[in-house]
């Protein structure tokens, strides 16, 4: 799949970029770690859920805006294991969600064989951020890739529109850029139902 092929006639003036398979796997751990800690069965993350709180942690508040929800997937993947609904192109691709924050858009792509994931999402990161009529980017990367990480602090630190607020979301606190920063496992925990009263008693 070349970046091309996430062009879009029109975008939303929020744009989520995340990468599935790294979100899917961020959710299996914790899900693991909280059901032992907790003692009780932790529920898949609730998609919808996840993608509000981003578009909270990324600045957008309740009103009737468009969010466009990009995911971006290893060719092999065909479901994230650990969401609900979690099939990447049977119940996430294509389908639309309204809540507090307006509607939500998902679209769902594959990287393609002559190109590999990170390049994937570096490109589609400089598509979106090239377009002046977006106007808050949140981009969930694989955070565990040093080496991802880096190259997209440049890609960032290069983009000069100053109406843009962008936001990476990782599990610690990342070296600093072009760009906010917020914790990815505060929204994972909502999405997945387990409070903070929870964790402070135990």
């Known amino acids: ?20 398979d790294y979100i899917d796997k961020v959710a299996f751990h914790l899900t693991v770690n909280f059901e032992r800690m907790l003692g009780r069965r932790v529920p898949p ?20 805006h468009q969010t466009d929800v990009v995911l971006l997937h290893d060719k092999q993947t065909v479901r994230m294991e650990n969401f609900a609904p979690g099939h990447l192109g049977n119940e996430l691709n294509g389908q639309a969600f309204q809540g507090n924050l307006g509607e939500f858009s998902i679209h769902a792509f594959p990287a393609e064989e002559m190109v590999d994931k990170d390049n994937f999402y570096l490109d589609t990161v400089q598509m979106v951020c090239a377009q002046k009529e977006i106007k808050r980017v949140m981009l969930v990367p694989d955070g565990e890739n040093a080496e991802l990480y880096t190259k997209l602090r440049n890609l960032l630190a290069r983009v000069e529109d100053e109406d843009k ?30 409070k903070a009263e929870e964790i402070t008693e135990q």
């Open 45 to 64: 993350a609730d998609f919808a859920q996840w993608a509000e709180c981003v578009a909270l942690d990324g600045g957008l508040r309740p009103g009737a």
């Open 1 to 20: 799949m070349k970046v091309q092929d996430t062009n879009q006639d029109r975008w939303s003036e929020n744009v989520i970029i995340a990468d599935a």
């Open 165 to 194: 607020r962008i936001t990476v979301f990782g599990m610690e606190p990342m070296a600093g850029g072009n760009f906010r920063q917020e914790i990815l496992g505060y929204s994972m925990l909502r999405a997945l139902g387990i």
